[in-house]
Nanobody
């Protein structure tokens, strides 16, 4: 059984930082691209960042480029999202996802496994 579990969300002031973690089990982690999406109530789930199986390549949404960094540790079956210079507009539920894919597709339906999400709230 595949399990994807996020952690690290919370409340932070504008300009602050958070690091999200996502641990995956029940799959061969090194064969999966990993990604982060986010969703606010009433909105569609949007792509935030993705990283290839080896970690050599990453992609980001324009809204987070230069502020967020995705990384992975294949020995620990874990992917991270370091979020710096947070702004209130980053307030969302953040979801971790895994997929067997070539490259990184920023499309929700392309990702097969999902976590339950972790809340990030940025106060002004």
């Amino acid at each position: 059984q595949v399990r994807v579990i996020e952690s690290g969300g919370g409340l932070v002031q504008s300009g602050g930082s958070l690091r999200l973690s996502c641990a995956a089990s029940g799959l061969t982690f090194s064969l999966y691209a990993m990604g982060w999406f986010r969703q606010a109530p009433g909105n569609e789930r949007e792509f935030v960042a993705g990283i290839t199986q080896s970690g050599d390549d990453a992609d980001y949404a324009d809204s987070v480029k230069g502020r967020f960094t995705i990384s992975r540790d294949n020995a620990k079956n874990t992917v991270y999202l370091l979020m710096n210079n947070l702004v209130p507009e980053d307030t969302n539920v953040y979801y971790c996802a895994a997929a067997r894919m070539h490259g990184i597709l920023p499309i929700e339906r392309a990702w097969g496994y999902w976590g339950q999400g972790t809340q990030v709230t940025v106060s002004s």
